[in-house]
Every structure is written in C-alpha cells, then in structure tokens.
C-alpha cells in the first residue's frame, strides 16, 4: 500500500547542538536505510519549510506506524498521513 507522508519538524531551539547532531545523523542514516528497502520510496523537500513529503510503500497501516513511531525525529514531528489508491486515469492504469 502506498502512503503520501508529511511530516514537519520542530527541533527544539535550545537542543544541545552536540545531541542535535546526532540525532539529525541517527534520522538520515534510518532514512537512508529505508529507502535502500524500497519501503520509503520518494523524500521531497518542502521548499521553504522543515517538512518533507514523502510516499510510502509498506503492507499496510500498522508498518507504516512502526515506521514512523520509531524514526528518531519522531517526537519532533508533526505528521500527517494520506492513503493512496491508483487513480482510473494513470497510464500504469492503462496499458
Ligand atoms: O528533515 C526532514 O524533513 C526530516 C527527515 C526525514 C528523513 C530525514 O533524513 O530527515
């Protein structure tokens, strides 16, 4: 199944920069690793903005919460999460 992902990311100001270095880090690394998967399939920039978009490619809706229940900047994000479905009209739709 496929999930459109935002998230937005509100790192607290006063974070030791040392922590903060490291848990930036500890997310790309985890990041990195789900893409190689196949599991975190696009990863946007929003411009102008601490967020992402993202789209998801997982079993259903208990992985995609683990996923994202466990990212190291989770408690740091604001996250909002669309399913998604194959529209009548896409060419994968129309061989
Ligand atoms: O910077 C962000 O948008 C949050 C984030 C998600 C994966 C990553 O490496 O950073």
């Known amino acids: 199944m496929l999930f459109h992902v935002r998230m937005?990311?509100?790192?607290p100001r006063d974070l030791d920069p040392d922590e903060r270095?490291?848990?930036?880090a500890t997310e790309k690394a985890?990041?990195?690793?789900l893409q190689r998967t196949g599991v975190?399939?696009?990863l946007w920039r929003v411009v102008g903005q601490y967020s992402n978009i993202s789209v998801f490619?997982?079993?259903?809706t208990d992985e995609l919460h683990d996923i994202l229940w466990n990212l190291p900047l989770f408690p740091f994000m604001t996250i909002s999460v669309t399913p998604l479905t194959e529209h009548p009209s896409a060419l994968s739709a129309n061989p």
């Open 40 to 42: 975190w399939v696009h």
């Open 57 to 60: 490619d997982v079993s259903g």
């Open 8 to 11: 937005d990311v509100a790192v």
């Open 30 to 33: 985890r990041a990195l690793e």
């Open 21 to 24: 270095a490291t848990l930036l």
